[in-house]
């Protein structure tokens, strides 16, 4: 068994997740950061061999500074092989972050958002691995994860190699705000985007001769809101939800067009469809195809020509969802109750990067250590509910059995 008594350093813990709140680190930009934890984890007594990156930087489709950062804890007893995961990075709202002690909270200097998504996750899993070493507490093998640009598209977890995990069986994935929350499922994520490209004529003198591919973009987002694909979608075969995020023209610029006296010639809108049925995701975004296809035969020139419509999705991240008597949530249920807490199981309606590591094969299971009204300027940390996120860490470390 675990033991529930676990002296946890409070002092150390929240030396730890200061240290970790000051260092910048948006997403794509950890190096930063994780040499940050990987010293801390050396003065922690880790051996540097044990401290590793991936390549998953080179696979990724945008620009990122290091790969996933990876540690190897050896087990010093028998035991399932345990993941604990977390990500560097911070949405770019945390840059120069200044965090400040607020009685029971941390908080930013109200100019910032804080970064305690998830830095409260990463010193979380440097708390765990230093009272592991320094208390020389008896524990199954351990693997820790710290993953890049899960901000931006869950792409460190998506591009990650399983097999440099070195085989674990179950994951305690850190990116929540209650310890007792337990996350066992989330939606799935298609992204969609469409290009159209009309004719540009003047809208005052020759307006017919012209093909408005905003007036396109326009009658297809109608379209798809009638449809009912817009927004919270509940049909027959599935639920789910979509959103229209940019509407806007290319080469990067803000809007469709450069002026009111000249039809648009030119619209790049994309937009997101989620569901716990990846089919059902597709079918959402399909929806939107269909919208874009009826959009296009109903704009015309004089001569009845047409925009062209370039539609296409893609799958950004699956659903899944755990069972209760699944290993990993056995073992979370186990150790709350250890601490006299109650477990709620939750399913998300955004993305983790759970999603990957479950889709890996290694189910998956999110906690949380704290954060709070994360990607604002009023983000916050409570650190009541990051110590026992800690507490809950350290018990999932060394429980024995499965």
Known sequence: MGDSSISLDVAAAEEHLMRFLSVEGVTGQEANIAAAVSDALKKAGVPASAIRFDDANKRIPLPTETGNLIVDLPGTRPGPHLLFSTHLDTVPLCAGAKPRREGDRIVSDGTTALGGDARTGVALLVVVAETLVKHRLPHPPITLLFTVREESGLHGARELNPADLGGPVMCINVDGMRASELIVGAVGQENWEVEIKGRASHAGVAPEKGISATMVGAIALAEARSAGWFGKVVKPDG??????????GKDGKVAAGDATNVVTDYAYIRGEARSPEAAFATRIAEGYKEAFAKAKAAVADHEGDTAEVKFSHVTSYPPFKLKEDTPVVKRATRALAMLGI?????????????????KHGIPTITIGSGQAEIHTIKEYVNLAEYEEGCRLGLLMATLEGQ
Request: hydrophobic share 40%; no cysteine; proline share 4%.
């Open 239 to 248: 639920r789910g939800t979509s959103n229209v995020g940019i509407f806007g």
């Open 342 to 358: 109650e477990p709620a199981l939750l399913f998300s309606n955004g993305g983790l990067d759970a999603n990957w590591l479950d």
